[in-house]
């Protein structure tokens, strides 16, 4: 495991589990090549979060809400992969009732910022915009299969806009 920041960590686990560096990434890929099972979860199971990082049978396994739009699913997965290699422990992802600007969980922030990072790798996002001339946030989130305010806070912590 690493124990360094999340971006830090991100990168490695892309060097280590993605080498062919291929867009869109993969957190599934990620996920079954480091040994994390991956699966869609019951809701009731999931107690209506987007996903849950835990260990069955002694082995690490991501549980997804599989009725959420396919970018929120993605970003979940990078999500859970965060608390795995970041070894936060087990975690569930929050519900959309509990995201508020008042309630700040660092854990919770550096397996968003493991997931940003490992979907939309810094080296990747600057080079389209910075070589290939892509401007349109709508185009970004597309190549990278996130959601368009997924896409634009990223380009904003990048400095790109």
Do not use: C
Request: aromatic letters at 10%.
């Amino acid at each position: 495991m690493f124990l360094y920041t999340p971006e830090y960590t991100a990168n490695e686990v892309l060097a280590k589990h993605w080498s062919d560096m291929r867009l869109p990434v993969s957190p599934v890929v990620i996920a079954r090549r480091a040994g994390v099972d991956v699966r869609a979860g019951d809701p009731r199971e999931l107690e209506g979060a987007s996903g849950w990082y835990r260990l069955a049978h002694s082995r690490p396994l991501i549980l997804f809400n599989g009725s959420e739009s396919p970018t929120r699913q993605r970003f979940t997965i990078a999500h859970e992969l965060g608390h795995h290699f970041l070894e936060h422990g087990e975690r569930k992802r929050d519900t959309p009732s509990e995201f508020s600007a008042s309630t700040f969980d660092f854990v919770e922030a550096a397996a968003n910022r493991f997931a940003a990072d490992l979907l939309m790798p810094a080296t990747a996002v600057t080079w389209l915009v910075e070589n290939k001339g892509y401007v349109s946030i709508e185009a970004l989130a597309r190549e990278f299969l996130v959601s368009e305010v997924a896409m634009r806070y990223r380009l904003k912590n990048l400095r790109l806009i």
